[in-house]
């Protein structure tokens, strides 16, 4: 137990850009599958609201978040409404780039490592033939399962806030 | 066509069956002007509630139509509306959704105010030379001409020319106070407030709250994770209280839904719900069931979409919903919505809501981009078509009848026409509601 311990693997700065980079891939690439995989079966899925202007929502029981889930078979609903082809929003996925940037490594949270980052995402909806961009920060919580890297936690701090028709797990 | 007489807008003639709305209302910029000025700056609209400010000198921003507005509880505890302007350069005092400010510093020349809209200060005064004019001018922050609450609901209007608030909201009443008896302690919005908007006018969003004839076909996804859930694919997933209700499934059930329409465009749609533990009130039916007998409780377990025209709506469905309809433009809304919560409930009844909420509520959820995408495909498709008259208010039409029924009786309420009946009647001829208010107040403008 102890060994294990002291054993546990160590997050180097190129393993967190490596697996929150495929992260943006896959979700870019729509291979929607392939990203449910890179989460822990309990994963944390939590993009707070906004409380005012200059501060969020920190306590998800008491105040209101734009998503929040517990489980990765929440997302996994997610993906199954937003692939099913009867949702009128989501008929046409919209064309999307991740651009992520600023990764540092913050430290461990319990069991998990967590690493900051920087996204930009790019929306192109051909449906209303209409752009979107949304940006913030992310913050994923990293834990090792069987060997690999695995997303146990992403806190999504969106900056711009008024969502324009529609923002899904695809876009953020 | 224009300039439009309010027959070519409105085609009414019930005596032959016929209800129709013309395309203009939703396509026409020319049109939205003149409801901005008519409809939302010319009589009563929905502000915000009390609990936004709860204590001595908070205040929260607004807007009546295109007037930016503050609403501040003063140093004497009185709520207070005036417009958000500066009188020296008109600039925007208060800039922050809400907050709690004595004094009201405009950032342009500091001319100061206080939280029931005195001005405290004009800098420089005794040395500025002013004449006489200025002098005898009223430096405040204007109020607004009337402005009243009831039940922690808010409501304002730019005009003096209109009923009382309590006048305005009438039988509406009974259906906020379905809401606000939920607890002794009143309502409060939880924390956190949530924005969108959709590329579509905004009577879009006052007709699909009142719309139970689309949840099957716009929300089939929906419909589909709560299919999933249900046969147990996701152990990790917040129970629905829609799973459970038959409202909107379109069997032929006899009665399990209907519409009320109320004096001045104000308008209900509900569904039956069998009191339930996936409702966040469950924990207090007993209490509820004790203090208001069986009929009133059964009520407030109901789904009931509530609008009032012409701004605000109260969705209690699969969580509770307020929102704030703030129109744009003839093709673009923004709606601040938010969770609306009886106080004092068990942190397990407000944690579940709010789950429930985000799912179903949020734009980011499962449920509102959808309405949002189907709006926007009307406000395409109706563009610029030779044929200006929609079909979309005509069902129900045989089924209303004149004042209540045996489901009002219960609540003492006396609507202007009611509709019962299953889930596929789906009623529309409660939008007529709204129409009937559009045509009242576009009256001064229009023949």
């Known amino acids: 137990m102890n060994d294990l311990t002291l054993e546990r693997a160590r997050l180097t700065l190129a393993d967190a850009q490596a697996l929150i980079t495929r992260e943006a891939r896959l979700l870019d690439e729509q291979d929607f599958a392939g990203w449910l995989d890179l989460y822990t079966e309990d994963a944390l899925y939590w993009m707070p609201a906004w409380r005012d202007d200059n501060s969020q929502t920190e306590d998800p029981d008491r105040e209101l978040s734009l998503i929040y889930y517990r489980g990765r078979s929440n997302l996994r609903d997610r993906v199954t409404r937003l692939t099913s082809g009867l949702s009128p929003v989501s008929r046409t996925l919209p064309r999307v780039a991740h651009i992520l940037s600023n990764v540092e490594l913050g430290g461990m949270d319990g069991d998990e490592h967590v690493v900051f980052s920087s996204f930009v995402t790019h929306a192109y909806d051909p449906r209303s033939d209409r752009l979107s961009y949304h940006f913030g920060r992310y913050r994923h919580g990293l834990r090792q399962v069987d060997g690999e890297w695995r997303i146990a936690s992403k806190i999504i701090r969106l900056a711009n806030d008024l969502v324009p028709t529609v923002l899904d797990v695809n876009a953020i | 066509m224009k300039p439009y007489r309010l027959v070519d807008l409105v085609d009414d003639r019930p005596a032959e069956g016929v209800f129709r709305v013309n395309r203009a209302l939703f396509s026409d910029p020319e049109l939205f002007d003149l409801e901005m000025k008519h409809v939302f700056e010319s009589g009563w609209v929905f502000l915000g509630m009390a609990s936004q400010a709860a204590d001595l000198h908070d205040y929260f921003t607004t807007r009546i139509g295109r007037i930016p507005v503050i609403v501040a509880r003063g140093k004497d505890g ?360 559009w045509l009242d107040r576009m009256s001064e403008v229009l023949a």
């Open chain 2, 78 to 437: 009185v709520l207070r509306c005036f417009v958000n302007s500066c009188p020296h350069k008109g600039a925007r005092i208060a800039t922050q959704p809400s907050g709690n400010a004595r004094l009201f510093a405009c950032p342009y020349h500091s001319w100061t105010f206080d939280s029931s809209g005195a001005c405290k200060n004009v800098k420089w005064h005794n040395a500025g030379a002013y004449g006489q004019g200025f002098t005898e001018e009223d430096h405040d922050l204007a109020p607004i001409a009337r402005f009243g609450e009831y039940r922690g609901f808010l409501f304002g209007s730019l005009s003096a020319d209109v009923p009382s608030l309590d006048d305005h909201l009438g039988e509406a009443r009974h259906m906020l106070d379905l809401v606000a008896d939920q607890s002794d302690e009143g309502l409060e919005l939880v924390p956190g407030r949530v924005r969108f908007t959709f590329a579509a006018n905004w009577k879009m969003q006052l007709e699909n709250c009142s719309d139970q004839y689309h949840f099957t076909s716009t929300h089939p996804s929906l419909i589909k994770v709560l299919e999933r859930r249900a046969a147990g694919e996701n152990g990790a997933a917040v129970k629905s209280s829609l799973a459970g209700a038959d409202f909107w499934k379109g069997g032929d059930e006899g009665i399990v839904g209907g519409s009320y329409i109320f004096e001045h465009g104000h308008v209900v749609t509900w569904g039956r719900m069998e009191p339930n533990p996936s409702q966040a009130l469950y924990s207090s039916h007993t209490a509820l069931l004790e203090k208001f007998g069986a009929d009133r409780t059964a009520w407030m377990f109901n789904m009931r979409n509530l609008s009032l025209f012409p701004n605000a709506q109260v969705a209690v469905n699969a969580s509770t919903q307020l929102r704030v309809i703030r129109p744009i433009a003839h093709n673009l809304t923004e709606m601040e919505t938010w969770c609306l919560v009886p106080k004092g409930e068990s942190a397990e009844a407000r944690r579940l809501r709010i789950r429930q909420y985000e799912d179903f509520f949020n734009p980011t959820g499962m449920a509102i981009a959808d309405d949002n995408a189907v709006y926007e495909e009307c406000q395409t498709g109706m563009t610029g078509q030779d044929g200006p008259w929609l079909q979309g208010h005509a069902r129900g039409l045989a089924a209303t009848r004149k004042g209540g029924n045996d489901l009002s009786d219960r609540l003492g309420m006396e609507p202007v026409s009611s509709v019962a009946g299953p889930s596929q009647l789906a009623d529309e001829t409660l939008f007529q509601g709204y129409y009937h208010a």
